[in-house]
């Protein structure tokens, strides 16, 4: 992949924020905008979806981003597309390498089949157990939208590779603390995101693995973009973005 | 796995042939058996399917790959839903590989795949939206259109983590077999693309037949 100097290090921070493991938020995030995350242990899940809060019934299309760019794992130079062949977000920056595209989310019986004892907030307060899945439901539910808007989400820090045959494996332990992965939205996107455990994270009770949050903003790309530059696909996608903005 | 199967087709009570480029949308009553069959070979059968009681429970890739730690379909193959439930069991295979990971054809993703001015052409997607705009009477809309099965699609991933299209292992005669646990929506589109070459450029009729 051709990847050229970057312009991700964004300096200023416009916001900065620490979103605890096991936790939730929405936030609609503008075209030009930075959103980095940072983790601050390996084996760190942020599970994302994308809607575009000017018609929520585009979203993030994950065979789309996957298909459209030949990949499988996500990292620096990929795009994540929306099912209308726009892109919501480049990722500029990654210290990780792999985000997977494919796990899912942590469900309800996951808590119990795993023996991770869930724990009401009448138990345990800020420390219940969450499941990805009800996360994404109670920020959904806030704009109108329920279980048939669920889309395949990302995992952000996480990694799941795939052999020659398709068997899966979950790595354990991926990245490093301090690892961080960027995001520059190519247009308004309403950003779901969680940080309840990766579905396949195998450790003995839940893990509460949190992340660091700083927003800023990014120069508009040009067509010397690492991101505009890594597939031919991409540039076409930037370009129906510019059409999406014509007039702007 | 190949497993072939043992059903006869003149014992089917229904059968229809779906030419590219148009849909099949119909209920599958839980213990009923539906094959689909790739009439003249390398075809794709962009699949979805729906709880009949609840259409908002449905067929839910990441599930199925995850539950089953592996990420293509064949015999054995438990699909999932939404909730976790299973929907329908692959009981008899003879191509031996289906897609999970890359979804429907659209006219605006062809338009990144392939080139801005693709947008005018036909496509799964708007198959769909053809079927459910035709059907409204099973209540499913645009937000309910999500990951599907290219049934008889190739689409192996590398442990690199890339993802390669390559031609088609299906042929004339291939087919795929599933028993539903549970009374199920079945939308289909027969997938109508002409700008990949894992079709040879010449998308062909499938058949789909139903066993009670």
């Not at chain 1, 789309?64 to 919501?88: A, E, N, P, V, W």
Request: one cysteine or more; aromatic letters at 8%; charged letters at 20%.
């Amino acid at each position: 992949m051709s990847t050229p100097a970057t312009t991700a290090d964004h300096s200023e921070a416009l916001y900065i924020t620490h979103l605890p493991g096991g936790h939730h938020w929405s936030l609609r995030l503008r075209r030009g905008t930075t959103l980095k995350l940072s983790a601050q242990q390996a084996g760190t899940n942020v599970g994302l979806l994308c809607y575009n809060p000017e018609n929520l019934l585009e979203r993030l299309n994950l065979p789309d981003t996957l298909k459209c760019q030949h990949t499988f794992k996500l990292t620096r130079g990929h795009c994540l597309y929306s099912d209308m062949g726009r892109i919501f977000a480049s990722i500029t920056q990654d210290d990780l390498g792999w985000h997977d595209s494919v796990g899912g989310n942590l469900m309800r019986h996951h808590l119990v089949d795993k023996g991770w004892q869930p724990r009401s907030y009448q138990q345990a307060h800020n420390d219940w157990t969450r499941s990805g899945h009800d996360a994404f439901l109670v920020e959904l539910a806030k704009y109108g939208l329920g279980r048939r808007d669920l889309a395949a989400n990302l995992n952000l820090f996480s990694r799941v590779e795939s052999d020659d045959t398709g068997r899966l494996r979950y790595i354990t332990g991926h990245g490093e603390p301090g690892d961080s992965v960027t995001l520059r939205f190519e247009m308004d996107t309403l950003v779901v995101l969680h940080t309840c455990p990766h579905p396949l994270d195998p450790s003995p009770d839940y893990p509460r693995r949190g992340v660091d949050i700083r927003l800023g903003v990014a120069p508009p790309p040009d067509e010397n973009d690492a991101c505009f530059r890594s597939r031919p696909e991409n540039a076409r996608g930037f370009e129906n973005n510019r059409l999406y903005h014509l007039g702007l | 796995m190949i497993i072939e199967s043992t059903l006869r087709p003149e014992n089917a009570v229904n059968r229809t042939t779906v030419d590219a480029g148009d849909h099949y949308i119909g209920t599958l009553k839980a213990g009923q058996t539906l094959r689909i069959l790739d009439l003249e070979g390398n075809q794709a059968a962009d699949t979805l399917f729906y709880s009949a009681r609840d259409t908002a429970e449905r067929y839910s890739a990441m599930d199925t790959v995850r539950e089953q730690g592996a990420l293509y379909l064949t015999a054995g193959s438990r699909l999932l839903s939404s909730e976790g439930n299973l929907m329908l069991t692959i009981t008899a295979d003879t191509c031996g590989r289906h897609d999970t990971l890359g979804g429907a054809c659209a006219s605006e993703s062809n338009t990144v795949r392939y080139d801005l001015e693709k947008r005018h052409m036909h496509s799964c997607r708007d198959n769909w939206m053809q079927a459910i705009a035709d059907y409204p009477e099973y209540g499913i809309t645009k937000r309910d259109i999500t990951h599907n099965i290219n049934f008889f699609m190739n689409v192996p991933v590398t442990a690199e983590g890339g993802l390669t299209f390559e031609d088609g292992i299906s042929a004339p005669g291939k087919y795929v077999e599933l028993v539903a646990a549970m009374d199920v929506v079945v939308l289909v589109s027969n997938c109508p693309q002409l700008n990949n070459p894992c079709n040879g450029y010449n998308p062909t009729p499938i058949e789909l037949l139903i066993w009670k």
